[in-house]
């Protein structure tokens, strides 16, 4: 199975600022790759697919990159409304999938 | 605009079935190129793909649940089913209905439903 590794788990950070969570395939993935955000009490909503195609209505200031084992989602400038929880999935496995384990974005 | 909606008890007992639906508004669960999923999340935990019914009919679980879960369709209703035989606490978690799209082998789950949590206690 492939594991997904997200860091950091957790993160602090202030509204304006610049923001890259990164997540690691066990084994390369190509661009197989999806990121969700996730607040309280609500369910995940998709950011960006195919590692760096950013779905409709989803503002610019996000952003995915990376092919093979490591991708990053950035956030170019932090809103109030992008404080929540961000999780990696991986499609390279047709018959399976996992997710990263999330990584919790804070107000500082 | 496709709409997901899932219910079904909120208490299940220990060694019981868990069943669950998940209604489909605004697209034909059938006559789409679409496929159709059950995901999981535990309470303050991450996400949990349990599994996948697959536009072409067929069906794929996760390994570590392939033995108690099934996944079916009912056309008529245009809802998508989950049972979970055998559950134990460990069962307990919000269950997500999700489409999962297809584009040339890339693949990805939009939308979700709300969630329904299902707690599994005597």
């Known amino acids: 199975d492939i594991q997904m590794t997200q860091s950091p788990s957790s993160l602090s950070a202030s509204v304006g600022d610049r923001v890259t969570i990164t997540c690691r395939a066990s084994?390369?993935?190509?661009?197989?790759l999806n990121w969700y955000q996730q607040k309280p009490g609500k369910a995940p909503k998709l950011l960006i697919y195919?590692?760096?195609s950013l779905q409709s209505g989803v503002p610019s200031r996000f952003s995915g990159s990376g092919s093979g084992t490591d991708f990053t989602l950035t956030i170019s400038s932090l809103q109030p409304e992008d404080f929540a929880t961000y999780y990696c999935?991986?499609?390279?496995?047709?018959?399976?999938?996992?997710f990263g384990q999330g990584t919790r974005l804070e107000i500082k | 605009q496709l709409q997901l909606r899932e219910s079904g008890p909120g208490l299940v007992k220990p060694s019981e079935t868990l069943s669950l639906t998940c209604a489909v508004s605004?697209?034909?669960?059938?006559?789409?190129?679409?496929?159709w999923s059950w995901i999981r999340q535990p309470p303050g935990k991450g996400l949990e793909w349990i599994g996948t019914?697959?536009?072409?009919?067929?069906?794929y679980y996760n390994p570590s649940l392939q033995s108690r879960v099934t996944i079916s369709v009912d056309t008529s209703k245009n809802q998508l089913s989950l049972k979970l035989t055998s559950v134990t606490a460990a069962d307990t978690a919000v269950y997500y209905c999700?489409?999962?799209?297809?584009?040339?082998?890339?693949?990805?789950?939009?939308?979700w439903g709300p969630g329904t949590l299902v707690t599994v206690s005597s």
């Open positions: 999700a489409r999962r799209i297809t584009v040339t082998r890339e693949d990805w789950f939009d939308p």
């Open positions: 605004g697209d034909s669960i059938s006559g789409s190129r679409y496929s």
């Open positions: 019914f697959l536009y072409s009919g067929n069906t």
């Open positions: 084994q390369p993935i190509s661009t197989y």
């Open positions: 195919a590692a760096s």
């Open positions: 999935q991986e499609s390279y496995s047709v018959l399976s999938i996992t």
